[in-house]
């Protein structure tokens, strides 16, 4: 990376100077130097709302009935008091896990007291509980319906127990109901999961998205577990997968880019669970790997206590080994600036290497100093 490069980048993030970048900077620097602690606060948090969801897709541990964790909902009180000790730092806030967000009757709520606080908010949904004005007033940044087909019968295959023209509507309703309020900051994202049962509808999907005028439309390569699911699911056009297509030849379901002892993403944030029992990431369901209670014990005591410090150790020796990482395809590093979109955009789950070397080098440089 050249000089030029890195003093735009510098002077960009010196411009912008989004919240929590001081921890953005010494987290990454301190992951740059294979340092499990001490960490400053993560800037981007996961927090789950509930584990409980009307969907049963068959890939979800929580749609197979399989989700070994008690299903419950997350308390408003312990969420209000959580979210008045982290707002100094976090940047980002993720609402949503492993079930349906607006399952949660005081979804709305908790959102606009995160947005008063200047936090960025997202969650994902299926749409078929959305309350559009309740959307509009939680003053959410973005929201993504995700969907699993153009028609029912392909959205059914997988999005089991939801209902497409339901979503549909709801999505058209806060479409309208975001033009009422121009000065809204509600992003409208819908996501379509690319399976092998509706890959031909993808084009039918970017046209419909543009004519409904979402702001984003995000195609959304599959996720599975295992080889049965591979086989029943994955897209014959593999330039929808991220696994090793050499391997799954053979037999073998891992992603093209295996672990290389190194994970910028778990330096930076953190998975919440709605009971407050903290996980190092979402490759982690069903609470394999707690690191303690945030609602207990605080973040800051949890992200840096032994249990977290160990896990990262084993990211830094033997990651190959660790059982979360076997099937990721590595997250980089959160997004701190985050701008809406002023005309429709595609997308799909990326991430951009030369902007991650960018900003490798500088926390690292910023730590050493």
């Known amino acids: 990376m050249g000089l030029i490069s890195k003093s735009r980048t510098v002077f960009r993030i010196a411009r912008a100077n989004p919240k929590g970048w001081r921890s953005y900077v010494w987290n990454t620097g301190m992951a740059q130097m294979r340092k499990t602690w001490p960490l400053m606060a993560p800037v981007y948090l996961s927090i789950e709302p509930t584990n409980a969801c009307n969907a049963q897709c068959p890939v979800c541990e929580t749609g197979k009935n399989e989700m070994a964790r008690k299903k419950g909902l997350l308390d408003p009180d312990a969420y209000r008091d959580f979210i008045d000790q982290v707002a100094p730092t976090t940047n980002s806030i993720l609402l949503y896990f492993m079930g349906e967000t607006f399952l949660h009757k005081h979804a709305y709520d908790m959102i606009r007291y995160t947005r008063d606080k200047g936090i960025y908010v997202e969650t994902c949904t299926n749409g078929d509980f959305v309350d559009p004005k309740g959307v509009i007033y939680s003053d959410i940044n973005k929201i993504s319906f995700q969907l699993g087909g153009m028609t029912e019968e392909t959205h059914q295959r997988y999005r089991a127990g939801t209902n497409l023209a339901k979503e549909h509507a709801k999505l058209i309703e806060l479409i309208e109901e975001r033009r009422k309020h121009p000065e809204s900051n509600v992003q409208i994202e819908v996501g379509f999961i690319v399976m092998r049962h509706n890959e031909h ?32 699911y994955l897209p014959k056009d593999k330039t929808y997968w991220y696994y090793d297509d050499e391997a799954f030849e053979a037999g073998i379901l891992q992603p093209r880019v295996l672990p290389q002892n190194e994970c910028m993403w778990i330096w930076n944030s953190l998975q919440i669970n709605w009971n407050g029992e903290a996980v190092p990431c979402c490759r982690d369901p069903n609470g394999k790997h707690i690191l303690g209670n945030v609602f207990e014990d605080g973040l800051l005591r949890v992200f840096n206590g032994e249990k977290a410090r160990n896990f990262r150790k084993q990211i830094l020796t033997k990651q190959g080994d660790v059982d979360l990482c076997k099937l990721c395809s590595g997250y980089g590093l959160p997004t701190m600036q985050k701008e809406k979109p002023s005309e429709f955009s595609v997308i799909r789950h990326t991430t951009s290497s030369e902007e991650l070397e960018e900003i490798e080098e500088i926390a690292k440089q910023a730590v050493q100093r």
């Open 201 to 232: 509808e993808v084009p039918a999907f970017l046209k419909w998205a543009e004519e409904i005028g979402v702001d984003v439309a995000n195609i959304i390569d599959p996720c599975v577990r295992n080889m049965f699911e591979a086989y029943a």
